[in-house]
Structures are given as structure tokens and as C-alpha cells.
């Protein structure tokens, strides 16, 4: 069992920024295609972002509602995959996962290991 654990999230003003990391520890995460989803209460979990894993190119992909404000991108050296979210907006609050699969596709059956969650919230 791969074990996956998001951290970064926190309290934060509209208009501001989170930088949101997720780590597999005793992993190599550069294996994994990696994706973050958001989930409100109440809502579906939604798709954020996907990228490949190291050894399939540098592809990227980003849900619409994200899309200029967000970017997905590994550091390999330290093991972590990192999403950037800037220009938050309230409508930006959720519980943020991070997924690793065989495949950087928007929808959450691709992936297998998940994390537990950080709580993003944004202030109005």
C-alpha cells in the first residue's frame, strides 16, 4: 500500500495564494501519474489538476474553474508534487486530495492511492 500525504492548506484571504505539496514517503513519486481533486461538503469531488508521471513527458492538465490560476509540477529531489494555487476565491474552498494512478486522466477511478485531505479555505 502506497501511503499519500497532502499538506500546505490552511486559512487564506480571496485574492491570495497556497501552495499545496503531496508526498508518498518510502515512494518514489516520479513513478506515479499524479492528480489533485477538491471535494466541498456537500459536492463531488472535482477534478484540480494532473500530471504525467516523470518518465511520460511534461503534460499538464487543469479543470476550467483553475485553469491560469493553478500549476501542477514535481520536484523530484524531494520527492513532492506541488500544487500552486494563486488569485483564491471562496469558491476555492475544499478539502484537497492527492491522487497517484497509472493514468493523468480528470476523473478519479484513474487513481488508486489517495491521501486524507488538506483543508483549503478562502475567505470572502
Known amino acids: 500500500q502506497v501511503h499519500v500525504v497532502e499538506s500546505g492548506g490552511g486559512l487564506v484571504q480571496a485574492g491570495g495564494s497556497l501552495r499545496l505539496s503531496c508526498q508518498a514517503p518510502g515512494r518514489a513519486l516520479s513513478i506515479y501519474h499524479t492528480a489533485w481533486f477538491r471535494q466541498a461538503p456537500g459536492k463531488d469531488r472535482e477534478f484540480v489538476a494532473a500530471?504525467?508521471?516523470?518518465?511520460?513527458?511534461?503534460?499538464?492538465n487543469y479543470a476550467d474553474t483553475v485553469k491560469g490560476r493553478a500549476t501542477i509540477s514535481r520536484d523530484n529531489a524531494k520527492n513532492t508534487v506541488y500544487l500552486q494555487m494563486d488569485s483564491l476565491k471562496p469558491e476555492d474552498t475544499a478539502v484537497y486530495y492527492c491522487a497517484l494512478g497509472g493514468y493523468p486522466s480528470s476523473s478519479p477511478e484513474s487513481y488508486t492511492y489517495w491521501g486524507q485531505g488538506t483543508q483549503v479555505t478562502v475567505s470572502s
Open positions: 500530471i504525467r508521471s516523470s518518465g511520460a513527458g511534461s503534460f499538464t
